[in-house]
């Protein structure tokens, strides 16, 4: 039986393989293969830290339980309590079929999610290289892994921005990095630019980008974000934007786009991510 099972594995073709692999890959990254029984309780009252304090000494973590919507996890609409992303079905789809669109028009350049949380994206990045064979390129992880950035007084669009307060958001290196080891997807073609945006982005030792996913959240982030990459990104690269539907981050694109002559039109995915793809070499400014 496993010598038969084995000669049907071996006679399948390459690409129907790495689409199996590919779809497993993103179903268990977003956790909707053992979707989550409970859910960890966030953002509590005051009175909480010190019950849960007590109840972390004797092993015990106070949950809900929690309620699975195949519909919200396909856009992304939940908040899962294990996975390794929050973007969905529909934007896991779009960051594939943006890779192998590079990757086939021979876009040349590195890959980079700026905000990466738990790091699934970034490591569905590497799982789509790794499955089509590149070797030659690079997948960049940024992150302050701390959470968000106060708001920046620089940028009157982040004034009471509250991303910096959800302590949920900071996922430390670390962590990430076990991510990418538990799926065997931890080599030396992956590279971690740990620090804020505006302080590790524009000194990146990055030549040429073939896409670029920012996930931001905030003005400050998403424009520090453009300014840095986008001068790098190659004619046929993408630009993916994952909050587009919250208003810093969409007023920074927007900002962006208009000061530099950026005509390619945005093109939805759900009710918050978007894309373009360059087609023009330079515009003002860069």
């Not at 789509?128 to 070797?135: F, G, P």
Request: hydrophobic letters at 40%; proline letters at 5%; a neutral charge.
């Amino acid at each position: 039986m496993s010598n038969t099972y084995a000669a049907c594995l071996a006679a399948e073709p390459r690409s129907a393989a790495n689409n199996r692999y590919l779809d497993l890959l993103r179903d268990c990254i977003i956790g909707s293969i053992r979707p989550e029984r409970y859910r960890r309780l966030i953002n509590q009252p005051w009175w909480f830290a010190p019950i849960s304090k007590a109840l972390g000494r004797v092993g015990f973590e106070l949950v809900r339980k929690a309620s699975y919507d195949p519909r919200l996890r396909e856009e992304g609409l939940d908040w899962p309590a294990n996975a390794e992303s929050m973007i969905g079905r529909k934007r896991m789809d779009n960051l594939r079929f943006c890779i192998e669109s590079a990757l086939e028009d021979r876009v040349p350049g590195d890959f980079i999610e700026a905000g990466v949380w738990r790091g699934g994206a970034a490591i569905f990045m590497r799982g789509v290289l790794k499955a089509n064979d590149v070797r030659n390129r690079l997948v960049w992880v940024a992150d302050s892994f701390e959470g968000l950035p106060a708001p920046d007084p620089k940028y009157s669009a982040d004034a009471g921005d509250r991303h910096s307060t959800l302590k949920d958001m900071g996922v430390s290196l670390e962590e990430v990095q076990r991510n990418f080891e538990n799926y065997g997807l931890l080599d030396h073609n992956v590279r971690f630019l740990k620090g804020w945006f505006c302080d590790t982005l524009a000194k990146a030792p990055i030549d040429r980008l073939a896409l670029m996913r920012l996930d931001g959240d905030m003005y400050g982030s998403t424009m520090d974000s453009l300014e840095a990459l986008y001068p790098r990104l190659c004619v046929g690269g993408y630009v993916i934007i994952d909050d587009y539907n919250l208003p810093g981050a969409r007023q920074a694109t927007d900002d962006y786009r208009l000061r530099h002559g950026i005509t390619e039109s945005i093109q939805r995915v759900d009710w918050t991510g978007v894309y373009w793809r360059r087609s023009t070499a330079a515009y003002d400014g860069g």
